[in-house]
């Protein structure tokens, strides 16, 4: 009897030790999955900033109904068409964006190259969609 709580007891202790190193490992990211979740967050902060960017283009194409100085008009279209760039912008990342998967067959190295670059893409798609609702934001005042 004394055998088997032993032997019971040390099992415990095994097992629970190995669970605690598997999960350490599996809480430890790589530097490429790290990269890949910066990525997404930056497409998932900005993503929802689309409608913003289509309410606004509604709005615009409605001030322009009105009687409006030509310069007036030039400037709303000139936003309208900021607004546009910044939807393609997203559109087209979303469409090139390959995310890595663990069969994926490019080094470390690769998707650590190519991460950065989509990272620096993204961010750049993120501040062209803020500064096109800000400055169409700027021309739809006074729509509601």
Known sequence: MKFYLQLLLGSLVFFSCNSTTTTQSENE???VELLAAEVIGI???VMPKMETINDLRVKLEKRKEG???TAMLEAIDKSLNKLEAA???MMS???AYKMPSKNDERSEEELIKYLESEKKRIT???NLMLSSIADGENWAT???
Do not use: Q, Y
């Open 87 to 89: 939807d393609d912008a």
């Open 29 to 31: 990211l790589s530097k």
């Open 43 to 45: 497409h998932d902060e």
């Open 142 to 144: 006074g729509m509601e």
């Open 93 to 95: 990342w979303m469409r």
């Open 67 to 69: 009687k409006l100085k």
């Open 124 to 126: 750049e798609v993120k």
